[in-house]
């Protein structure tokens, strides 16, 4: 029997995130992966009266955890969206400019453990990976629908696989065969391509590799962190937490050169012109104590960056 997990992660690197921030009572924050709340909690606890915090999230398992949210009547509003609508949103709630952000990327422990999403390869579950359950493709769709080539450019781009020819070949070769419809079915046609010692973080590569096709993460997140550089206001704070090597170039790249490819760009005068100081210029990662009690963190990097004004760019 497949079964729904009913708790949230505990939020990585939790303080060091939200103080990064440097939040002002009366100023405006967006949470654009809201998730459980941990980290919109700590930010509504700062925040007084006037203070506003929007929670993005396209899950509706997260919509249903705003209730538990302390001063959630008054100065918070839940957008069920894609981040990737940031500046969107941001317009039809008349919002000009914010104070800081905030992204905690990736996937949660919460879909990792629910066996009805198909996320892990823990559980025999159908093959989904969709962030967003109101439609879209499914991880099966892309399986068993992609052609060869497109497969695998998925799997060594998004997975980092060395060997993504071999096992697109391979998963090609399978469908024809029969539909591959749950984690189980992926795992029986793959797992003999792995090397014993390196099978489950490779696995967990072809996974990941899938999952941020489904939900186009890296467009979603190039996206919101253009729409980001827009509203954020003379001094405001970009406050991001990455998981895998892919988010985390974009990131860095975003804060060195104000954009995702690390283009730079120079004045007159040969200076490099970017939007964003960096606050942190060392990577802040997870203490030892918080990646023992917290597995998610062990591969956490959080970076923080302030909004320049656009003459000293």
Do not use: C
Not at 24 to 32: A, I, L, M, S
Not at 41 to 57: N, Q
Not at 179 to 198: H, P, S
């Amino acid at each position: 029997m497949v079964t729904t997990a009913t708790t949230y992660h505990v939020p990585v690197l939790l303080h060091e995130s939200i103080d990064g921030l440097a939040i002002q009572e009366g100023g405006t924050y967006v949470d654009v992966t809201f998730g459980g709340g941990g980290h919109s909690s700590e930010i509504l606890e700062r925040l007084k009266e006037k203070g506003r915090l929007y929670g993005f999230d396209q899950d509706a398992d997260a919509e249903a955890r705003t209730a538990l949210l302390p001063q959630s009547g008054k100065n918070f509003t839940f957008v069920r969206s894609n981040f990737r609508y940031l500046k969107n949103w941001m317009r039809y709630y008349g919002v000009e400019h914010i104070d800081g952000l905030l992204a905690d990327l990736g996937v949660s422990s919460h879909h990792l453990d629910d066996e009805s999403r198909g996320f892990s390869f823990r559980f025999d579950a159908p093959l989904d990976m969709r962030m967003n359950k109101r439609g879209g493709m499914t991880a099966a769709d892309i399986v068993n629908e992609y052609d060869e080539d497109r497969l695998a450019d998925v799997i060594y781009l998004y997975g980092e696989l060395k060997n993504a020819r071999k096992i697109a070949a391979t998963i090609a070769r399978e469908r024809g065969k029969k539909r591959i419809e749950t984690t189980a079915d992926l795992l029986n046609v793959t797992e003999q391509l792995f090397k014993r010692e390196r099978e489950k973080k490779d696995m967990a590569k072809l996974f990941q590799a899938l999952r941020i096709e489904v939900n186009h993460e890296m467009d979603a997140l190039r996206e919101m962190l253009e729409a980001a550089t827009e509203l954020l206001a003379p001094g405001g704070r970009l406050s991001v937490i990455t998981y895998h090597s892919l988010e985390d170039r974009i990131v860095k790249n975003f804060i060195k050169t104000g954009n995702a490819e690390g283009r730079i760009k120079q004045d007159f005068f040969g200076r490099m012109e970017t939007p964003y100081k960096a606050i942190n210029n060392k990577v802040i990662v997870p203490d030892d104590d918080e990646q023992q009690r917290n597995p998610r963190s062990r591969s956490a990097k959080l970076r923080i960056a302030e909004r320049l004004n656009a003459d000293k760019a």
